[in-house]
């Protein structure tokens, strides 16, 4: 049986705001990471550069089909359930890009990495919604629709200098680093996961 709308009380609007705008930058940056490092993914991989290109092509096409999936999968598990769950399965789909040893393994993993992205703005976008306040849920979808604008130029700048500096396959260990503190930090923040730690311990002290 399919739940109803998640309906919570309304969240501090100025970290929730900015928690999701900061993953919406490092999601939707993913598409933008290997532009920078065209030529040393071609080189490494034996390939061209116009064929290193599809490494966005691929990304972008399985993010975007992935949002047919993805926005019904929240309404039926939860907001933030399917962006921390999307968050950790971006883990590895990132780590599995670093290690391709080839255009095809290369493809390949850029899609798997598109499709677990994808879990992210459907979620976010109903997330805000529903948690922010009436007064601040404008500003807040603005905010978030604005850092995903952001992203490519945030994006290209920081996969420049991580790959000038440590390789191109460490932009993408970075961001699986990125992911998997996004997802820590999106699943302790969760209101009911403190609450019921909070209880526990009521317990524990009141034996």
Not at 168 to 194: E, N, Y
């Amino acid at each position: 049986m399919t739940a109803g709308p998640h309906v919570h009380a309304p969240a501090p609007p100025g970290r929730t705001i900015g928690a999701v705008c900061a993953v919406g930058i490092l999601v939707v940056g993913q598409l933008y990471v290997v532009l920078p490092v065209l030529n040393r993914i071609a080189g490494d991989w034996q390939t061209s550069k116009s064929a290193a290109t599809w490494t966005t092509t691929a990304f972008g096409l399985a993010y975007g089909a992935g949002f047919l999936v993805t926005g019904p999968l929240s309404d039926r598990w939860g907001r933030r359930p399917v962006i921390v769950g999307g968050l950790a399965a971006s883990v590895i789909s990132s780590l599995l890009v670093s290690a391709a040893p080839g255009l095809v393994t290369g493809l390949s993993a850029r899609i798997l990495q598109g499709l677990t992205a994808s879990f992210f703005a459907p979620a976010a976008f109903a997330y805000l919604s529903e948690r922010i306040a009436p007064e601040h849920r404008i500003f807040a979808l603005t905010c978030l629709t604005s850092s995903f604008l952001g992203a490519g130029v945030v994006a290209q700048v920081l996969a420049q200098l991580i790959g000038n500096a440590l390789g191109w396959r460490a932009i993408f260990v970075a961001g699986a680093v990125a992911f998997a503190v996004s997802a820590v930090t999106l699943r302790v923040c969760d209101p009911r996961l403190r609450a019921s730690i909070t209880a526990r311990r009521d317990r524990s002290s009141a034996r």
